[in-house]
């Protein structure tokens, strides 16, 4: 079994509405968490982290997590066409140095 | 601001052969991260080391070795190249176990 799963995708969108992003993960001592874009033929960049239980907004872009049902999402309001990208999620395992991705949810916003 | 710089960005190999992907970073980063891409598997995550002096197994090490040489550097190596390992690599660093990480540029790596 992966450590980390997201929605497979494609995903597409259109122009002003909302993406939603979903990701689970395996291990329930899992701390920290971090939502990552990537572009085509680009390296990731960090687009949020969050570490507590609740939604952490930035600008456009909140992250949902609920670690008792061990998921954690990523909602893109007001879907712009520069937010087309891979998104990829992040766990950091406790006691442990290791960051683990899931495979990348690939979304298009369609002007 | 070189932040994490990879080389090479561009590598053909034949099978059978052997080379070292580069990798450093210039912040003061404890930990440092290789992984390798390929479409539609995310970042599968080859060898780390959380700090100076230790290196540890991820997913997929099988065909690869690492050397953390020096707290910036940290290195790749293939000892035989092989089809398979047609990539692209990454290499990442991060200050702690809890902050997030910062990627290098990537190299595309082919074995024909």
């Known amino acids: 079994q992966k450590e980390v799963e997201q929605n497979s995708g494609p995903l597409s969108v259109p122009e002003g509405a909302i993406a939603s992003l979903n990701c689970t993960y395996s291990?329930?001592?899992?701390?920290?968490f971090f939502w990552y874009r990537q572009y085509s033929g680009k390296s990731p960049e960090l687009i949020m982290f969050?570490?507590?239980?609740g939604d952490k907004e930035d600008g456009r872009f909140t992250a949902q997590l609920n670690k008792a049902s061990q998921y954690v999402s990523l909602l893109i309001r007001d879907s712009q066409p520069s937010d087309s990208a891979t998104y990829l999620c992040?766990?950091?395992?406790?006691?442990?140095?290791?960051?683990?991705f899931g495979a990348g949810t690939t979304v298009t916003v369609r002007a | 601001n070189a932040g994490v710089t990879q080389t090479p960005k561009f590598q053909v190999l034949k099978t059978g052969q052997s080379m070292t992907l580069q990798c450093a970073q210039d912040?003061?980063?404890?930990?440092m991260y290789w992984y390798r891409q390929d479409p539609g598997m995310g970042l599968r995550l080859i060898y780390y080391?959380?700090?100076?002096?230790?290196?540890d197994k991820g997913e997929v090490p099988n065909g690869y070795n690492v050397s953390r040489l020096n707290k910036r550097e940290f290195s790749l190596r293939l000892e035989s190249a092989a089809p398979s390992q047609t990539s692209v690599y990454f290499c990442?660093?991060?200050?702690?176990?809890?902050?997030?990480?910062?990627f290098g540029q990537g190299t595309r790596l082919t074995v024909v």
């Open positions: 990442a660093s991060r200050r702690t176990g809890n902050t997030e990480a910062f």
């Open positions: 291990d329930r001592g899992s701390q920290s």
């Open positions: 969050i570490y507590s239980n």
């Open positions: 992040a766990v950091n395992y406790p006691n442990d140095y290791k960051l683990s």
């Open positions: 912040m003061n980063h404890n930990s």
């Open positions: 080391s959380a700090s100076e002096g230790t290196t």
